[in-house]
């Protein structure tokens, strides 16, 4: 097991002393309630700092990273972990996130049983588009619209009613940006201001992760249509090594949803619905999704440590869980 660092402060210069990662897993990981705020204070009371903000160095850069735990068995919530140093809420935080990938009820061909609850259900494989997060070592940026030109997914009626998304997401100054990115609108929850988190597999950093020695190649799709074609040339453009990635995958983020949402929440149309309540049940199709309190927070962590000229990077580590 790999080692993370933590100290009294992770910014006075004491000496700091390892810890195995295990210490930062939560007795419990509630499903049925956001549970940042008492997955936080269980975390704040075992440690003062993660240590891991503006360490180590690549590319002129120091680094400074999350760190999510996944638990082997992919029914679970995992936790994710990261810290912010000033501001209005400065300290660690914990919040709890999947990484399970895309699931079915039915038995697919290659596809993993497990259970959620009392739920039979079927995992696709972790080489497969959208199958479980895999581990390693990727870079992190918000998506926001001051440096992202961002399309959205989904046929163009998906559109309609979301005046409130597309004027989060609308170019500040209609200029060209250096990132950019497709997105689906069921990603910006009302539930908070957050914006989704790019996730882009870091190609010189996996020494000594879980992602070290994993075969990377271009896996590039298809375009359907003109307006997918026109979509994949834009990505291309600001990212000619986009849709590189381990097992030829590529395209991810951190991002939460609408199960949150009051429209959803009262939507006779969705009464029953096991993702209501319970986080285990929400499809991930390939990202790391969280609840959007977190993500709105996690947005924070990245903003700041950015804005101090670190390189912001997420480790994805699978583990066994208590």
Same mark, same amino acid.
């Given at each position: 097991?790999?080692? @993370? ?23 419990s990981?509630?499903?049925? !309630?956001?549970?940042m ?6 975390? %704040?009371?075992? *440690?003062k ?15 400074? !990273? ?17 810290e @912010? ?27 993993? %049983? ?5 739920t039979? *259900? ?15 070592? $990727?870079?992190? !940026?918000? @998506?926001?619209?001051?440096? $992202?030109? *961002? ?16 004027? %989060? ?8 940006? &250096? ?8 990603? $910006? ?31 590039r &799709? ?19 090594r ?31 619905r ?13 990202c790391?999704?969280? %609840? ?18 670190? !390189? ?6 699978? *583990? &066994?869980?208590?």
């Amino acid at each position: 097991m790999a080692l @993370i660092f933590v100290a009294g402060s992770a910014y006075a210069g004491e000496k700091k002393e390892s810890l195995k990662a295990e210490t930062l897993l939560p007795a419990s990981i509630p499903y049925d !309630r956001p549970a940042m705020e008492e997955l936080t204070a269980g975390l %704040r009371g075992k *440690i003062k700092s993660l240590g891991l903000n503006n360490t180590g160095a690549a590319n002129g850069k120091s680094i400074s !990273r999350a760190l999510l735990l996944l638990d082997h068995d992919r029914a679970k919530a995992g936790v994710l972990n990261f810290e @912010i140093e000033t501001g209005t809420r400065p300290g660690v935080y914990q919040c709890e996130a999947l990484g399970r990938g895309i699931t079915s009820l039915v038995p697919e061909p290659g596809w993993t %049983r497990g259970m959620i609850g009392g739920t039979t *259900i079927y995992y696709a494989p972790l080489e497969s588009k959208d199958g479980a997060t895999v581990p390693g070592i $990727y870079d992190l !940026r918000n @998506i926001t619209p001051d440096r $992202y030109e *961002i399309t959205f997914l989904g046929r163009p009626s998906a559109l309609e009613g979301e005046q409130e998304v597309l004027k %989060r997401t609308a170019n500040p100054d209609g200029k060209p940006k &250096p990132f950019f990115s497709a997105v689906w609108t069921h990603w $910006y929850s009302k539930v908070a201001p957050s914006v989704p988190v790019d996730m882009v597999w870091a190609e010189d950093s996996q020494t000594g992760s879980q992602g070290e020695g994993r075969p990377v190649s271009e896996n590039r &799709p298809k375009a359907a249509s003109p307006q997918e074609e026109a979509r994949q040339a834009a990505q291309l453009a600001h990212s000619p090594r986009y849709y590189y990635g381990p097992y030829g995958r590529s395209g991810w983020a951190v991002h939460s949803d609408r199960w949150e949402d009051a429209e959803r929440r009262n939507d006779a149309k969705q009464a029953g619905r096991p993702e209501l309540s319970d986080f285990r049940f929400r499809d991930t199709n390939g990202c790391v999704k969280v %609840r959007p309190g977190c993500l709105a927070v996690f947005n924070e962590f990245i903003a700041e440590q950015e804005s101090l000229g670190r !390189r912001v990077q997420l480790e994805v580590r699978e *583990i &066994p869980f208590p």
